[in-house]
């Protein structure tokens, strides 16, 4: 169908604005993006599980309360889709393996429950990488997204068909989750902004376990406006979800409003060193950006990066303790490396990850210390461009030395945005990290970078 | 048992036995070196200076809501 209005890429601020004027209906939004989706399924592999009939029926709900006036609500008739590890009650649930290919939950997780509430219109289940961990083989049972900016090179993981659908224009938001970088890694990769809460800020009721001290679940949008929206219905304590903080939550658009002149903001430099030259080169532009906006940008040294791998102790351990049975009796269902690299979290010593937790503690502490002397800190998300999709499958590539599971070891907010393109044109990006539960200046702070640069801006040619 | 300061395809095997895990052998030399790198900063660390600190996972005594 062709709308008078391209409403692929609107943001939510615009769309709910276009619906309020009647320019456009939440129906034919969602008609466009099930067709959109349907056109670009054979080469992107996006979704995993499309859900035409709700969408249309939540759609025509929306429409019906437009219609009636009542347009208090942000989220009403945004389009979204889930990450295929979040439980959908009803629907198909495959957490990308060919272990759970026909699983229906009798649940929904909090977080579809938060957004459904909050008025959105669900357009399906997107592809995840199997089990939110290990990346799809070419000859998985389930295909692994591709990136919209390249078909030939990796859109990252585990939340690839999150990353993939908002960067092709197929939806307005998505839930990924994030153990080790799984949100920020494809939002890079994607040229999307992308949110890895507080730990214990979003509800995880109702989504697949990895890694029970290391998973967050969280928000994905094309801007930090938008993430900003979808954040606020997640944010709160639940008493379902036993890491759930009772921390008191805010309105994260509100929150936008505020300027950062006078924020203390560290780049760190022996993050920066492990990346690749273009990489470092579009961090330290933004550094000058942030500077130019009034921020206080200074050289800092994240403590103990050298400790950060100790996270493979906790996250194998963890991921194993949850899988054992279906390895031990069906290790045929799992993709080959994804089943050695979880059996390999049962060979790691009961005081191995005690010792692996003790070494978090100590990280936390002192980027505690750190954080007294700054508000935000500032490195990159990735440490390359996109890889092909073939280099992203090689055991080296997996091996590589990562940025964003430092921050999952602490548990601090997190924000992925894109900083710039490679010479190859492919996404480049930054992540912004602040204190626990201080989401607000993080969005802030990217915001306010989006409102003086264009890169969210650009969308690939599909 | 083998020296434990360095795993190595034959530590994996050994390990492996003691937890009644099955691996394949062409996948030995990768899970080494990836255990390898997740266990060396534990191996850093000087336990008497660190006495006082606890693992980040804790026991809430409270009960579910």
Known sequence: MVQAVDTSYVSIAELAALY???????????????????????????????????????????????????????????????????????????????????????????VVEQWRAAGTVMLGKLTTWEFASGAQALDHAISGARNPWNLAHSPAGSSSGSGAALAAGLVAGAIGTDTGGSIRGPAAYCGITGLKPTYGRVSRRGIVTLSW??????????????????????????????????????????ALRRDIGGLRLGLATNVLEIADENVRQATQAAAEVFRGLGAVVEPVTYPH?????????????????????????????????????????????????????????????????????????????????????????????????????????????????????????????????????????????????????????????? | MADETKITPEIVKQRAALAGISLDEDRLEDIATTMEAALAPLRSLDLRAIRLVEPAVTFEAAWPE
Request: some cysteine.
């Open chain 1, 305 to 462: 990066r050298e400790l950060a791998a100790a996270l493979r102790v906790i996250s194998s351990s963890e991921a194993y303790a949850y899988h054992a049975t279906d390895l031990a009796e069906r290790p045929r269902q799992y993709g080959r490396q994804l089943e050695h690299r979880t059996k390999a979290g049962g060979l790691y010593f009961a005081s191995e990850y005690i010792q692996a937790q003790r070494v978090r503690t100590i990280i936390q502490r002192a980027v505690a210390e750190l954080f007294q002397h700054i508000d935000l800190l500032l490195c990159p998300t990735m440490p390359t461009e996109p890889p092909t999709y073939e280099e992203s499958l090689a055991d080296a590539w997996m091996r590589r030395p990562g940025i964003t599971n430092l921050f999952n070891l602490t548990g601090q907010p997190a924000v992925a945005f894109p900083t710039g393109f490679s010479a190859q044109a492919l996404p480049l990006s930054a992540q912004l990290v602040g204190r626990p539960f201080d989401e607000a200046t993080v969005l802030r702070a990217a915001h306010l970078y989006q409102g003086v640069t264009d890169w969210h801006t650009r969308h690939p040619a599909l």
């Open chain 1, 20 to 110: 309020r004027q009647r320019d456009v209906s939440p129906v034919e939004v969602t008609q466009h993006l099930l067709e959109r989706a349907a056109g670009l399924q054979e080469r992107l592999h996006a979704y995993i599980t499309p859900t035409p009939e709700l969408a249309l029926a939540e759609a025509r709900q929306a429409e019906a309360t437009l219609l009636r006036g009542e347009t208090a609500a942000p989220l009403l008739g945004i389009p979204v889709a889930y990450k295929d590890i979040v439980m959908t009650k009803g629907i198909r649930t495959t957490c990308g393996s060919a272990l759970h290919l026909d699983w229906v939950p009798d649940r929904d997780a909090a």
């Open chain 1, 213 to 254: 001290s290391l998973d967050h679940a969280g928000p994905m949008g094309r801007t930090a406006e938008d993430v900003a929206y979808l954040l606020t219905p997640l944010a709160g304590y639940d008493a379902a979800d036993p890491a759930s903080a009772k921390v008191p939550a805010e309105d994260y658009v509100a």
